[in-house]
């Protein structure tokens, strides 16, 4: 069984500053990639950022310049640092981890979400 819980949503102001983390823990042998989706509402699901256990990272073309992904790999924790928020940027944002789990196959877990909402 894996765990992907997330942490550090909550209300922040236009042109703020909010700093989200994930952490993946239990029948983990390896994580290829952790990332964030994000689905506001009346819209569908996005991909945010991602980023590789060797560090290479995505991010969509909305963030881009604002957010940052991070990852500890001794701690399976995956960090997005969001500045100069927008109000479209409020969303409920999901994380997810890829991860190798003994054998051969490689499986995707999803967090339960944290709530974002940019607004004065």
């Known amino acids: 069984q894996v765990q992907v819980v997330e942490s550090g949503g909550g209300l922040v102001q236009p042109g703020g500053s909010l700093g989200l983390s994930c952490a993946a823990s239990?029948?983990?042998?390896?994580?290829?990639?952790m990332g964030w989706y994000r689905q506001a509402p009346g819209k569908q699901r996005e991909l945010v950022a991602a980023?590789?256990?060797?560090?290479?990272?995505s991010y969509a073309g909305s963030v881009k310049g604002r957010f940052t992904i991070s990852l500890d790999n001794a701690k399976n924790t995956v960090y997005l640092q969001m500045t100069s928020l927008k109000p479209e940027d409020t969303a409920v944002y999901y994380c997810?981890?890829?991860?190798?789990?003994?054998?051969?196959?490689?499986?995707?877990?999803w967090g339960q979400g944290t709530q974002v909402t940019v607004s004065s």
């Open positions: 997810c981890a890829d991860v190798k789990n003994g054998g051969i196959s490689t499986l995707r877990y």
């Open positions: 239990g029948s983990i042998f390896s994580i290829y990639v």
């Open positions: 980023i590789s256990s060797g560090g290479s990272t």
